[in-house]
């Protein structure tokens, strides 16, 4: 489950995210769609917890983002749009070390992948 409430994100006086509440249950897929500039790529690094609102809430997995980050970013997969760091790595080669990251052990990394 994802859940924001009043989500906000400013950077300086420009407003990217505005107070968005957000309920997306077990078994939905949920899509941002809209211009360049709209705040989607905004909402999706605060809903990962790579990027902190301004104000609001976030729960993941019944779990607080304020509190827990780091075990939702354990239980959670994601895959940038643009990994231009990581463009001489395969795919698995990858994986393997964003899983590193989040201290995932050797056997576990093998059963996800």
């Not at 959670?76 to 052990?105: A, N, Q, R, T």
């Amino acid at each position: 489950m994802i859940r924001s409430v009043g989500l906000t994100k400013k950077f300086g006086d420009f407003i990217a995210v505005d107070n968005i509440n957000l309920n997306v249950n077990q078994g939905e897929i949920f899509g941002f769609l809209g211009p360049n500039g709209a705040g989607k790529t905004t909402t999706i690094k605060m809903l990962t917890g790579t990027l902190r609102p301004t104000s609001g809430s976030i729960e993941i997995l019944g779990m607080d983002m304020k509190n827990r980050a780091i075990e939702i970013k354990r239980r959670i997969g994601v895959v940038p749009d643009e990994p231009k760091i990581y463009e001489h790595l395969k795919g698995y080669e990858f994986l393997e070390f964003i899983m590193s990251i989040y201290k995932l052990d050797k056997a576990e990394m093998k059963v996800k992948i």
